[in-house]
C-alpha cells in the first residue's frame, strides 16, 4: 500500500456515491487518440488526499493532484521515463530557496498555474491546502510531525506574500526539499473548495471525496465507486495541454476480464493482471507489457511480540523455511526479484550484504530446537480474499514450513478484517505488500521499522534501530546516515521480522499504440505522460 497506508482512517465519514464534479472543467471533442480506457481492479475509494493512502487512491492523486516540487524525468534503456531521485525540479514552486542549515524551504510559486475550475494558484491556496491537512490530523500531519518533526502550525508556516510560501522546521532535516515531491502533499484550489464548507465539514472532506479540485493535469468529471471514474484535461494546465483529453477508468475486479478486455480491444490499459496472464500478453501482436523493479516489497510479517514469534530464532528459522527459487518461478514466471533487505533496493543506501538466507530445512529445524520447538508448533497465516498470488504463495509457504514441523493453518479474510486482525495485533502471520514512495534509507526505516511508527505492525522493536532512525531523520551528514542505515538494514536482516519473499516489481500491459509509459514511486500511472500512437 502507501506509505502510510492505513492511519487515521476517520477522517473521512460521509457515504460516497456517484456525482459529476464541477462542469467547469473544459470539455473537449473526442476521439479514440485522445481518449484512453483503463481496466484496474478497483475505482479509488476516495478523491481526498487525505484519506489513508492505498494503490487506487494514490494514482488519482497522481493525475489529479499537483505538488510543489518534482523530481527530473529521466528516459531509461527500455524507453520508460524514471524520476531522477539525485535532481529536484520545481513543479507548483518555480523556484525554491533552503537554508544552509536545512531547517527553512521557501517556496516561490508559479503565476501561471492554473486549476481545472479556472483559478490561478496563490499562496493562499498553499496555506490552505497546508491548514487543512494539519486540522484533519492524517497524512499531511503524519509527515509533517514524523518526518519535519513539526510542532506548531503557526511557528511553522507562513505566507511570505501572494506568491510566496515559507516553511520553518525546529530540528534539521535532509528530507527538508524532497519531502514536498510526495504523493499525498498536493496543493488544493482552496477557492472552489472553499465553496463546498458547512458548519458540519469544515473542510469540505464529504464534497472532497467525490470531487477533485486542483492544478494537476486531470480533474475528475464523473467518480461512480465500484464502477466508473472519468479524468478530463486540464486544458491550461502549467507543463502544456495533456494529450490525452479523456481518460476513463473502469472497475474490473476479475484479472481474466481485464486481458479479455485488453485483448478485445475494448480497453487500452490493464492493471494488475497475474504474472501467467503477463507471459500470455506479451505475445499478443497488439499488446505490449512494460516492466519495472520498482519499491515494492512483498513480505509475511510475523507479530513479533506474540509466542512463538517472540523468539529471533523462530523467526529466523522460518525465513531458511521458504523455496524463495521456486515461488519465482511458480508464482512470478520470473517476473519478481528476491527481497534481501527492508530498504527497496532501487534507494540510495541499499545493501543485500547481510541477507543470508538460504533454502535450508535443517538449519531452520537446528533453530527451531534451539527455541524449544524441537518438534515445530501451531500457527495461522493470514492473505486477501481475490488475492491469488498471496493465496499461491500461502499454499507453497504451508508445505514448506511443515518440514520442520510448523503447522500452518491459512485464513482467506477480506482485506478490511485482515488489517484489522493485524493492525490490533490479533494474528501471528500474515501477508503485507506495500511502498515507500520517498526514495530514502531513513524515511524507509522510519516507516517501517520504528517502534513507533504507526505501521510497525510486527511490533518489531530494537533500541539501537530506533535510535538510528531518529538521529537519520534529523542530520544532514550524508555519510553517516548511510553508515547508519547499513547498520539499521544488518541488525534488522538479523532479527528477521517478517518473512522477506519478494519485490514483486510493476508490470503494466497496454494496447501496442499507448506510448510514453512513466514509472513513479507510488506505483501509480501518471496519465500526462501517455499518448497514442
Not at 148 to 164: C, G, M, N, P, R
Not at 501 to 522: E, I
Request: overall charge negative.
Amino acid at each position: 500500500m502507501g506509505a502510510i497506508f492505513r492511519s487515521s482512517a476517520k477522517i473521512l465519514s460521509g457515504t460516497i456515491i456517484a456525482l459529476a464534479a464541477a462542469a467547469s472543467v473544459p470539455v473537449f471533442a473526442q476521439d479514440a487518440s485522445t481518449t484512453l480506457i483503463v481496466a484496474g481492479p478497483r475505482t479509488p475509494e476516495s478523491l481526498d488526499q487525505e484519506y489513508p493512502p492505498t494503490e487506487a487512491g494514490h494514482e488519482a492523486r497522481r493525475n489529479i493532484y499537483e505538488r510543489l516540487l518534482a523530481y527530473a524525468p529521466k528516459t531509461g534503456d527500455d524507453g520508460i521515463i524514471y524520476e531522477d531521485f539525485s535532481k529536484i525540479v520545481g513543479a507548483l514552486a518555480e523556484s525554491w530557496d533552503v537554508s544552509d542549515d536545512k531547517t527553512t524551504i521557501t517556496f516561490h510559486l508559479r503565476k501561471d498555474a492554473v486549476s481545472t475550475t479556472g483559478n490561478p494558484l496563490t499562496a493562499d491556496d498553499v496555506m490552505w491546502s497546508f491548514e487543512r491537512g494539519w486540522q484533519l490530523k492524517a497524512n499531511f500531519r503524519w509527515y509533517m510531525t514524523q518526518v519535519l518533526k513539526i510542532e506548531s502550525f503557526e511557528q511553522a508556516f507562513a505566507k511570505v506574500d501572494e506568491h510566496t510560501v515559507k516553511v520553518t522546521i525546529p530540528n534539521p532535516s535532509p528530507l527538508i526539499d524532497r519531502l514536498w515531491v510526495n504523493n499525498d502533499l498536493g496543493i488544493l484550489d482552496a477557492t472552489e473548495v472553499k465553496k463546498h464548507i458547512t458548519n458540519e465539514d469544515p473542510w469540505a472532506s464529504t464534497w472532497l471525496a467525490t470531487h477533485s479540485a486542483s492544478f494537476g493535469p486531470y480533474g475528475v468529471t464523473k467518480y461512480t465507486p465500484g464502477q466508473e471514474v472519468v479524468y478530463e484535461a486540464n486544458a491550461k494546465y502549467y507543463r502544456g495541454e495533456p494529450r490525452l483529453k479523456k481518460v476513463i477508468f473502469r472497475e474490473m475486479p476479475t484479472s481474466a476480464n481485464r486481458v479479455a478486455a485488453l485483448q478485445a480491444g475494448s480497453v487500452d490499459v490493464a492493471e494488475y493482471l497475474l504474472p501467467r496472464e503477463l507471459s500470455l500478453v506479451e505475445k499478443m501482436p497488439s499488446a505490449k507489457v512494460w516492466k519495472v523493479f520498482g519499491n515494492y516489497i512483498h513480505r509475511v510479517e510475523m507479530n513479533n511480540e506474540m509466542e512463538p514469534f517472540s523468539n529471533v530464532k523462530v523467526r529466523q528459522a522460518l525465513n531458511y523455511l521458504v523455496p524463495r527459487d521456486g515461488i519465482l518461478k511458480a508464482v512470478y514466471f520470473d517476473t519478481a526479484r528476491m527481497t534481501k533487505s527492508p530498504i527497496s533496493e532501487i534507494y540510495p543506501g541499499f545493501t543485500d550484504e547481510y541477507f543470508q538466507y538460504s533454502t535450508d530445512p535443517e538449519k531452520a529445524k537446528a533453530l527451531l530446537a534451539e527455541a524449544g520447538y524441537p518438534n515445530g508448533f501451531k500457527t495461522e497465516l493470514g492473505y486477501r480474499t481475490g488475492d491469488q498470488i498471496e493465496e499461491e504463495i500461502a499454499v507453497i509457504l504451508k508445505s514448506a514450513l511443515a518440514k520442520a514441523g510448523i503447522d500452518v493453518t491459512l485464513s482467506k479474510l477480506p482485506a478490511s478484517t485482515l488489517v484489522e486482525r493485524y493492525s490490533n495485533g490479533k494474528i501471528p502471520m500474515y501477508f503485507f505488500r506495500d511502498m515507500a514512495i520517498v526514495p530514502d534509507a531513513a524515511y524507509v526505516a522510519n516507516l517501517w521499522l520504528n517502534s513507533a511508527s504507526l505501521i510497525n505492525y510486527p511490533r518489531f522493536k530494537t533500541e539501537e534501530v530506533d535510535k538510528l532512525i531518529d538521529s537519520s531523520l534529523t542530520s544532514i551528514d550524508e555519510p553517516k546516515r548511510l553508515e547508519d542505515m547499513r547498520r539499521v538494514q544488518q541488525i534488522t536482516v538479523e532479527s528477521a521480522p517478517w518473512i522477506f519473499l519478494m519485490n514483486p516489481g510493476y508490470q503494466l500491459a497496454t494496447r501496442s499504440n499507448v506510448k510514453g509509459y512513466s514509472w513513479y514511486t507510488p506505483n501509480a500511472n501518471s496519465w500526462f505522460d501517455f499518448y497514442k500512437d
